[in-house]
Structures are given as structure tokens and as C-alpha cells.
């Protein structure tokens, strides 16, 4: 297999995010979309997403891209026509300190101001929602009724095969080796493609890509790990997506059971893809405060993958000439990709992006400037 010998753009990653720029360039009609993948689409990070879908944060820009996400999703068996298993189950933050409690109260009148249901809720409706939790220790919840999770392997696959509809090639299998900015060649392991434009979508594997383009994205990658539980008979149908902020253990739904995970302060960075079941006290002690109720529940397989972070843990959106780049989500590009492929179709168009992402781009961190407020990551 040889690549086409030019393209219109090319865009590199095929996990959601870049399947879903080469989406909407193609639908927008934007010939010659050529979309290369070194493994197989979404078998990066996306695959071993969470899979929540939210617009709980604490800044506009994230806020925006969130529920744009959240409309699209909603709409996703009819454009671009794929079921994806979304269940809107809600999110449910607990919180347990005065000032997680006055930090969430402060976001949810912006989310209010913004369009978005959420609300703050006392710790009796927190737990008729989420009958699982223990409630001792916590002082009241942030709770969005609209937000949930979905299959992030079916989202993948709804927007290359519309993008291939609409024309446009996505290639697996393929290894980029160099990005020339002023030639406009992308060089492959398979040949050499002249490009109009290049999309960086790579996720944590972005900051190679960038060097190659002289565009510098500091982007870090770090492992976080999930379980799964065994069946759980009697288990509600309903069971939102539920985090402890203090300690970011999380879980909801997964089929018969439950999907669970937490982040590792301890983790140190770099591309270690190995499940390792070390952290498992640390789970086991976070369940043990906040939902004692699963510590007897059996427990199955589970795996790792990468958060690409930022050092103020937003993404780095924007475009250097002819090198676009959508990246460094810090666990948001699943549940952002939606839009964020609305936004690079902006850009490359040249024309003003469905939300504005300005404060995203990478010169932030370039020009030394304090970067944005850090949205809640979970």
C-alpha cells in the first residue's frame, strides 16, 4: 500500500478527534481529506476512554465545547448516523470540602449563565441519585441530569465511515517520519503526500509530530488505569456517572456492572501502556471511604492508556500557517471531539470557529504567558 501523492489536508490520528476533523473538512467539502493512522483507528487513547460525555467545568471555552459535544452526541444516529450506546445518566460530583463546595457553586452559575442544567444539590438528593455512595464526610454535590457516557469505539467508527461517504481516505497502517512546513510534504513509511495542510490529532503522541513541524506542543503523556466489576445482580438500571472530587474515584455502568477508576498523583509521565494492578489499594481504600457497598464485588479485567496533558491541563488548539493542531486534552478530547471538529473545519476555512478557542493555542506556553485557569480534571 502506497499514500496518495497529495491531499487537500492530511490529518494525523485516528482516534476520535481526528476522525472527527476529517469528518467535518469532508462533509464541509473539502476535497482530497486524507487521514493517516500508525495502528488502527481509535486504538490509541480513545479506546481506552472512560467514555463520559459532560459540560460540567469551570471555564467558558471548556463549557462550550462540551455542550456542543453533548447536542452532537445526542443527535449521532442521525449525523453522522452511528448508535453509540449513549446513556444520559448524569454527573454527579461529591464534594467534601468547604472550598470544593464554594469553587463548585461559582461554575455551576457560569454553567447556568451558559445554557447548562447543572446544579448544586444537598447530600440526601446526592445519594437518592447514586445509592451506592457512602455520604459521611460530604457536604453537597454538583449534579447535570444531561451528561453521561457513550462507546467511544462506535463514535470512532459513526465518523470515518460518514467521512469516507463524503470522500474523504483514512488510512491505517501508516508511520508519519516528517512534516515539512515549507515544502508542504508529509513524508510517510508508505510515501510522501503533498499537503495544502497538515492537522496534528495525535493526542499524547503529539509532541513528536510538533517537533517535526518546528511547532512546539508541550504535551505530556501519562497512563491512567480502569476495572471492571463482575456482574452485579440487583444493580440499579440507572447509575450516573459518579465522582469523588477529593479523591477522583469514579464510577458508573458498564453492561452488567460497573466501570471504575481514579488518577494517580504517583504516576510518573511517559508512554507505559502496561496494566499493573498496583494501584488497586489505592482503589480499594477510596472505595472503602466512598462506596464500601463494592469492596466484596468481584472484580474483572482492566487496562491502561495515556492522558496527554498540558502544563495547565487544557488543550492546544489552533493554527501555525499551514499545521493546524487540536491536542493535549488532559482527559477531555472523548467527550470534546465533536466539536473540536467543528473548530478545526473553522480554522482551516478561515473563518470564525463555532466556539472561540483563541486562549488554546500553543504560543500560551511559547510567550511564557500563565496559560488558562485549570479546568476540574477528572
Keep these: 500500500m502506497t499514500v496518495p501523492s497529495s491531499a487537500d489536508v492530511v490529518v494525523i490520528g485516528g482516534g476520535a478527534i481526528g476522525a472527527s476533523i476529517a469528518f467535518h473538512l469532508a462533509e464541509a467539502g473539502v476535497r482530497d481529506v486524507v487521514l493517516l493512522e500508525r495502528d488502527e483507528l481509535g486504538a490509541g487513547s480513545t479506546c481506552k476512554a472512560a467514555g463520559g460525555v459532560r459540560a460540567q467545568f469551570s471555564d467558558r471555552i471548556n463549557i462550550e465545547l462540551g455542550a456542543r459535544s453533548l447536542h452532537a452526541f445526542a443527535d449521532f444516529g442521525q449525523r453522522p448516523g452511528q448508535e453509540i450506546d449513549l446513556h444520559r445518566v448524569g454527573y454527579l460530583f461529591l464534594l467534601s470540602t468547604p472550598e470544593d463546595v464554594a469553587s463548585f457553586e461559582r461554575d455551576v452559575q457560569l454553567q447556568n449563565e451558559l445554557g447548562i442544567t447543572s446544579r448544586m444539590i ?41 467521512a469516507r461517504r463524503y470522500g474523504a481516505t483514512l488510512l491505517t497502517g501508516v508511520t508519519v517520519t516528517g512534516i515539512d512546513r515549507d515544502a508542504g510534504t508529509v513524508t510517510t513509511d508508505r510515501g510522501t503526500i503533498r499537503a495544502g495542510a497538515v492537522v496534528c490529532a495525535a493526542g499524547a503522541w503529539s509532541a513528536a509530530l510538533g517537533d517535526l513541524a518546528g511547532v512546539p506542543l508541550p504535551v505530556t503523556p501519562l497512563r491512567r488505569q480502569i476495572i471492571f466489576t463482575e456482574p452485579m445482580p440487583g444493580l440499579a438500571g440507572v447509575v450516573p456517572f459518579t465522582i469523588d472530587f477529593a479523591s477522583t474515584f469514579y464510577f458508573h455502568r458498564e453492561g452488567p456492572g460497573l466501570l471504575m477508576g481514579m488518577s494517580d498523583p504517583e504516576q ?8 499493573d494492578d498496583d494501584w488497586l489499594p489505592r482503589l480499594g481504600a477510596a472505595i472503602g471511604v466512598r462506596a464500601p457497598s463494592l469492596i466484596d464485588v468481584g472484580l474483572r479485567n482492566g487496562w491502561a492508556g495515556l492522558y496527554e496533558v498540558t502544563p495547565d ?66
Design 122 to 162: 444537598d447530600v440526601a438528593e446526592a445519594k437518592r441519585l447514586s445509592p451506592l455512595i457512602e455520604t459521611d464526610g460530604l457536604l453537597a454535590a454538583a449534579w447535570s441530569p444531561d451528561d453521561g457516557h457513550c462507546t467511544p469505539e462506535s463514535v470512532v467508527l459513526g465518523y470515518a465511515r460518514a
Design 268 to 275: 510518573a509521565p511517559g508512554f507505559q501502556l502496561n496494566y
Design 313 to 378: 491541563h487544557n488543550a492546544l488548539i489552533g493554527r501555525a500557517g499551514n499545521f493546524l493542531y487540536a491536542t493535549g486534552f488532559s482527559g477531555h478530547g472523548f467527550l470534546q471531539a465533536p466539536a473540536v471538529g467543528e473548530v478545526i473545519r473553522d480554522l482551516y476555512l478561515d473563518r470564525p470557529p463555532v466556539v472561540d478557542v483563541g486562549p488554546l493555542t500553543a504560543e500560551r506556553f511559547v510567550a511564557g504567558a500563565a496559560g488558562r485557569p485549570e479546568s476540574h480534571i477528572v
